[in-house]
T-cell receptor
Framework: KAGVTQTPRYLIKTRGQQVTLSCSPI?????VSWYQQTPGQGLQFLFEYFSETQRNKGNFPGRFSGRQFSNSRSEMNVSTLELGDSALYLCASSLNRGPTYEQYFGPGTRLTVT | GEDVEQSLFLSVREGDSSVINCTYT??????LYWYKQEPGAGLQLLTYIFSNMDMKQDQRLTVLLNKKDKHLSLRIADTQTGDSAIYFCAEGTSGTYKYIFGTGTRLKVLA
């Protein structure tokens, strides 16, 4: 089975621009979560989607948004980019079946904002 | 609180055992996880333990959980150079995929 795939792998944007990142979950997985990883803040939860609905949200400003499609693929969008948004953005997918709730991560998208 | 703490660095010799520690604070955590991150890569799930268990063994990996002290550890037996990576513990609450990750421990294995 193919793992979680994320595109693009690397991205360079300018302050003020917006960006869209894509995530394709493992086949059969219906839950997709997004995390931001930075040297200063570590790994922080952004949001989680299941059946095209956002189920959980972390403490990020409204500039960060996401969506999920009927095939479980997900996108996240960051508008009005700031220098501090430079990070590795990780997507994780899950079967959405307890009891263990383990997540499987993709390789990430490295976003650099200049 | 939602703080999960780990020591930053650990250095061991090849063939020795490594023990990576983690302290969490959310008593409602149901499952605790260990992930490995190699340079330029995403997170690889290594193992997990249910909060009502004390120990779980999976090949070279042993997870110990002291729920009273909210202390979790990962022991890697016969550590190899390929084990050099950053290790993260994470806590999750039943019914959600919102993990709280630790700060990460960078393990360096010396040949």
């Amino acid at each position: 089975k193919a793992g979680v795939t994320q595109t693009p792998r690397y991205l360079i944007k300018t302050r003020g621009q917006q960006v869209t990142l894509s995530c394709s979950p493992i086949s059969g997985h219906r839950s997709v979560s997004w995390y931001q990883q930075t040297p200063g803040q570590g790994l922080q939860f952004l949001f989680e989607y299941f059946s095209e609905t956002q189920r959980n949200k972390g403490n990020f400003p409204g500039r960060f948004s996401g969506r999920q499609f009927s095939n479980s693929r997900s996108e996240m969008n960051v508008s009005t980019l700031e220098l501090g948004d430079s990070a590795l953005y990780l997507c994780a997918s899950s079967l959405n079946r307890g009891p263990t709730y383990e997540q499987y991560f993709g390789p990430g998208t490295r976003l650099t904002v200049t | 609180g939602e703080d999960v703490e780990q020591s930053l660095f650990l250095s061991v010799r090849e063939g020795d055992s490594s023990v990576i520690n983690c302290t969490y604070t959310d008593s409602s955590s149901t499952y605790l996880y260990w992930y490995k991150q190699e340079p330029g890569a995403g997170l690889q799930l290594l193992t997990y333990i249910f909060s009502n268990m004390d120990m779980k063994q999976d090949q070279r990996l042993t997870v110990l959980l002291n729920k009273k002290d909210k202390h979790l550890s990962l022991r890697i037996a016969d550590t190899q150079t390929g084990d050099s990576a950053i290790y993260f513990c994470a806590e999750g609450t039943s019914g959600t995929y919102k993990y709280i990750f630790g700060t990460g421990t960078r393990l360096k294995v010396l040949a």
